[in-house]
């Protein structure tokens, strides 16, 4: 089974609070999305959070990040792993590059994990790579919005994300 590789970061100069999920999923990586499986809430809980409709339009959608000083990553460049579940993600993980993203991102204030297995790994690649300084940005884990996370309502999810949003801009 061969590596699967996430994509690189949305984030604009003035992000501020910067959201990570584990690794795209299938449909995500088959479209060059972030959160393209319809089953997934992210976007309906950022329209929500915003007040806003989040349009259809991919690149609108990742505009709207922008404009609200939110940035989009994955803990993980790349891993094998069969299917889209986070549980499925082998040993053999490779993080991202942290130590420069906050380098270039200097107004992160705020890192929210899309789900524990974010969280998790995370704090096992990436906290020992960091500075001081880069460890200090308070990190907060969210609720999953994927679809296979059903032990918790829509509703009950989007108040818990609010905190990106109300953290942004």
Not at 112 to 127: E, I, P, Q, S, W
Request: aromatic content about 8%; some cysteine; proline content about 6%.
């Amino acid at each position: 089974m061969p590596l699967s590789f996430g994509f690189p970061p949305i984030a604009s100069p003035t992000a501020r609070v910067l959201v990570l999920g584990t690794l795209p999923g299938r449909l995500s990586l088959e479209r060059s999305e972030y959160y393209a499986n319809p089953q997934n809430g992210f976007w309906r809980i950022a329209n929500a959070c915003t007040g806003r409709d989040v349009p259809d339009d991919y690149a609108l959608r990742v505009a709207s990040l922008a404009e609200s000083q939110v940035a989009l990553w994955d803990v993980l460049a790349a891993a094998t792993r069969s299917g889209s579940l986070d549980s499925a993600i082998r040993d053999d993980a490779i993080p991202n590059n942290f130590g420069a993203f906050f380098h270039a991102h200097t107004r992160i204030k705020l890192v929210c994990f899309n789900g524990a297995t974010a969280a998790k790994l995370y704090r096992r690649h990436v906290v020992p790579t960091l500075t001081a300084d880069q460890n200090a940005i308070e990190l907060r884990t969210l609720p999953s919005t994927s679809g296979a996370h059903a032990a918790m309502s829509l509703v009950e999810k989007r108040k818990r994300w609010s905190v990106v949003w109300s953290s942004g801009g």
